[in-house]
């Protein structure tokens, strides 16, 4: 069985994906702010890693777990809403490149089981 990385189309899909979906952060009036003062390269770059690594493909990540990472936003206002806001960006960026559904749901199911990590919340 191929693993979720090899449907989306390796590396090349991820790199991909992954910029324009920071275009479209960038762009949305609803999450932009958490990214101003922020290295794009850098944040970028991890977020290619991490993605990578989460969709099965080589496991080179090496930043942060969800809490550890997202704890100074939460601090900050970070809410459902503009997890919400992200996961929107990411279809958005995936259907631009081709991805289909299947693989746009898999990857907003991924997303959605860290939510409770990323907000800091307890698990139920």
């Known amino acids: 069985m191929s693993s979720l990385y090899q449907n989306l189309g390796g590396q090349v899909a991820v790199d991909t994906v992954v910029d324009t979906f920071y275009r479209g952060v960038l762009a949305d009036a609803r ?3 958490f990214f101003h003062g922020i290295d794009m390269d850098r944040q970028i ?3 290619k890693a991490f993605l990578t ?3 099965g493909g080589p496991a080179n990540y090496t930043g942060k777990n969800m809490r550890d990472g997202h704890r100074h936003l ?3 206002g970070l809410n459902d809403g503009h997890v919400d806001a992200v996961i929107e960006c990411l279809a958005t960026a995936m259907r631009a490149h081709g991805i289909g559904d299947a693989e746009i749901h898999q990857v907003a199911a991924i997303a959605n ?3 409770d990590d990323v907000l800091n919340r307890p698990h139920p």
């Open 45 to 47: 770059s991890k977020q």
């Open 31 to 33: 999450i932009a702010h």
């Open 74 to 76: 939460v601090r900050r």
């Open 113 to 115: 089981s860290v939510r």
């Open 53 to 55: 690594m989460v969709f």
